[in-house]
């Protein structure tokens, strides 16, 4: 990565920080006009033409905040789902009006169960044999513990529009399943950045036996392993969003390992900060239990880590 | 700049496809101490001949490539499958890093092409009493005129037995805080007084040693750094050979060690598949952050605990990964009686991988030790009180 662009991915990252950090829920024209939905849709719709590593770190930031918003599903899948398209004029409006903030869409991507973000949304995108369908279906929420998130399920309308993906369908649908695994992936990393931090902080305050429990080996040792799996975490996303970005043919690869990789270290890691936080961490009020119940979630959501490592070991047969 | 390194890429494997020796593993396995050294002494010079022997060292002293050289090399040499220098470890990079950062012209002139004439260095660091806590080190330096007259035992001196010179710490101050009394010295092995007992580790071999000191003399000149500033040049030059040293050797488990792995196993059988993508997974984090820390140290920007955490994960990934070898390997994984000579800690033996990973978790610093650091100097958080 150039020096200009870690530069810029800096200055993402603190305002993403700041705006994030006002409220636990953020709207979606909070979104909207901070630009970030628009992040990936190209400049002549009205978009910052911008590429997934800038998306990777509002996604990054949102899960160290552990916010409650659309941005996965609304602007993550849809505009990469949109940009997969052939152009048309269908696909050109939608892409204007996702970036303008006019439309908010979501994604069936996996299936038209636990369709982020499609509750309240004016157009849902479902995956069809060979094509995409637009279509208003009826949705129906799927509550889940994680409070974070809001899933539902579609019920797709007969009178939908169909468009076709650019190239091989299937090979399109399986970029943009990688492209949902990665900012998973990213969203687990921040979540345990924060974690850590947190924890840290907690550890070194926090007084038992006249010392701060921060100064005892056991803690010490188990915030050292919380460390070293953000370390290799933070390798593996970094490879897997630059190769999503580049399109590169190994992204597939990278994809499965950072989803994989990651998102159990996140649940570890969580469950680490809520073990070493004590009595106050198991409280409703503590919030760790909010990020223990999304890393979890974030441990299903596009694919479990058995099944990334399914895709893995194909290669070596 | 990324055409030139691709076309240093590309010299590089040609380099590797004629010269690494054809079956150097099986010709290698279980042959004795002076095959051993033969071979390694040969693969050094080869390499020294292409210049990829010291490729870390200034330019005017034989090296000379940039970073980004050097892992492409470290890269491309784990890829063909290349012997490793265990040998001249100490030498090419302790004992270099050391001269350089804090030796005398002198020093370098005399010891710097000496090393790329093959001779051998071992390290003699650790004492019984002083492992993990190594600076409270006994071994004692009294200045007698223009000598130091050293008594003491040091420990765990990997190839001490090869060794034609020692980097040797010494207390030259018994009253200074412990850390403000050592000395690091030069010593000629052949010097009257040193001897020299083999220990037999827990795989059967014998690289580990004793060296006892009985009023060893050593020349004044042959102080690296100020007197009683000792410490100092060990932690400075003990850091600089983490980075690509470590490089190296994730490179050679995610090539050879991870082949040997895939090959070994049912890969059809979806639980030994879920754990071989587990495996490769960590490794390729673990190549990644090595190249971070690498360019990091390059850059400036490295974390106090950076290369603890390297040195943490990889120690503790080949101890997992060895282990499964021997899991997969069945009862076959024990009938392998004697490992190649001159691999690196993925030779395909693996229960002799696996016992021998404890020597990766136990030395330089153990992974207790690491996981201090990494808490303390990484995070920030407070020390353990102290003891007394």
Not at chain 1, 114 to 138: H, K, N, Q, T, W
Not at chain 1, 193 to 216: D, N, W
Not at chain 2, 152 to 178: E, I
Not at chain 2, 219 to 241: D, Y
Request: charge should be negative; aromatic fraction near 8%.
């Amino acid at each position: 990565m150039t020096h200009e662009f870690a530069e810029f991915h800096e200055e993402l990252r603190s305002v993403a920080g700041d705006v994030l950090a006002k409220d636990s829920c953020v709207d979606w024209s909070v979104l909207v006009n901070a630009g970030w939905v628009g992040l990936e849709v190209p400049e002549q719709f009205g978009g910052a033409g911008a590429t997934f590593s800038e998306v990777a770190v509002i996604c990054e930031e949102i899960g160290r905040a552990a916010s409650a918003n659309s941005y996965l599903g609304s602007a993550v899948l849809a505009v990469g789902t949109l940009n997969a398209l052939q152009p048309s004029d269908t696909r050109d409006r939608l892409l204007s009006d996702v970036a303008s903030g006019a439309v908010r869409a979501a994604v069936a991507l996996e299936s038209t169960e636990f369709v982020p973000d499609a509750e309240g949304a004016d157009r849902v995108l479902v995956i069809a044999d060979g094509g995409l369908a637009v279509a208003s279906p009826a949705v129906t929420p799927q509550p889940v513990l994680d409070e974070t998130r809001r899933l539902a399920t579609v019920t797709a309308d007969d009178g939908a529009e169909m468009l076709q993906f650019e190239g091989d369908h299937a090979a399109a649908v399986r970029r943009l399943l990688d492209r949902a695994a990665v900012a998973v992936a990213c969203d687990s990393l921040g979540l345990c950045e924060a974690m850590l931090s947190a924890t840290v902080g907690y550890a070194k305050v926090r007084h038992q036996f006249g010392r701060p429990i921060g100064s005892f080996q056991a803690v010490k040792h188990a915030c050292a392993d919380m460390q070293v799996s953000i370390a290799v975490s933070r390798q593996l996303v970094s490879a897997a969003v630059e190769a999503v970005a580049a399109e590169r043919p190994d992204a597939a690869t990278a994809a499965a390992m950072a989803k994989s990789y990651v998102c159990s270290a996140a649940v570890d890691v969580v469950g680490k900060a809520m073990q070493l936080h004590g009595g106050i961490g198991y409280t409703w009020e503590s919030g760790i239990h909010v990020y223990l119940k999304r890393a979890a979630l974030n441990r299903s959501l596009f694919g479990s880590p058995a099944a990334h490592r399914k895709r893995l070991a194909q290669r070596y047969l | 700049m990324t055409a030139d390194l691709n076309e240093f890429r590309a010299s590089v494997r040609t380099w590797c496809e004629e010269h690494v020796p054809a079956d150097w593993r099986r010709a290698q396995t279980g042959v004795g101490d002076e095959e051993f050294v033969r071979f390694q002494k040969a693969w050094f010079a080869e390499l020294h001949s292409a210049g990829y022997a010291v490729p870390h060292w200034p330019h005017e002293w034989g090296g000379g490539l940039s970073v980004a050289e050097q892992i492409v090399l470290y890269q491309e040499l784990a890829a063909h499958d290349a012997p490793r220098l265990v040998l001249a470890f100490v030498g090419i990079h302790h004992a270099a890093a050391t001269l350089l950062a804090a030796g005398t012209d002198e020093q370098r002139q005399r010891h710097l092409p000496a090393i790329l004439d093959g001779k051998i260095w071992v390290q003699g660091f650790s004492e019984p009493e002083a492992g993990s806590d190594l600076a409270s080190l006994r071994t004692s330096a009294r200045r007698v005129g223009d000598s130091y007259v050293v008594n003491g035992q040091k420990l765990w001196a990997s190839g001490g037995k090869h060794a034609d010179w020692c980097l040797l710490l010494a207390r030259t101050d018994p009253d200074a805080p412990k850390r403000k009394g050592i000395s690091y010295f030069l010593l000629d092995m052949t010097t009257p007084g040193v001897e020299v007992r083999l220990i037999r580790n827990a795989i059967g071999d014998s690289h580990f040693c004793e060296i006892f000191l009985n009023d060893v003399e050593i020349p004044a000149a042959n102080l690296v750094g100020a007197e009683n500033a000792g410490w100092q040049v060990a932690q400075a030059t003990l850091g600089a050979e983490r980075g690509l040293t470590m490089l190296e050797l994730a490179e050679r488990l995610g090539n050879a060690g991870f082949r040997w792995l895939v090959e070994a196993s049912p890969v059809d059988d979806p639980i030994v598949a879920d754990r071989l993508a587990q495996f490769e997974t960590e490794i390729t984090g673990l190549r990644g952050l090595c190249r971070k820390v690498v360019e990091d140290n390059e850059a400036g920007t490295a974390g106090p605990a950076d290369a603890s955490i390297v040195k943490l994960y990889y120690s503790e990934l080949l101890q997992r990964l060895t282990d499964f070898g021997v899991e997969i390997g069945g009862m076959a994984a024990h009938t392998q009686l004697a490992k190649p000579m001159s691999s690196g800690w993925e030779s395909g033996s693996w229960m002799l991988d696996f016992i021998g990973s404890w020597e990766w978790t136990i030395p330089g610093g153990s992974s207790e030790i690491q996981r201090t650091i990494i808490a303390e100097r990484g995070l920030g958080l407070p020390r353990e009180p102290s003891a007394v």
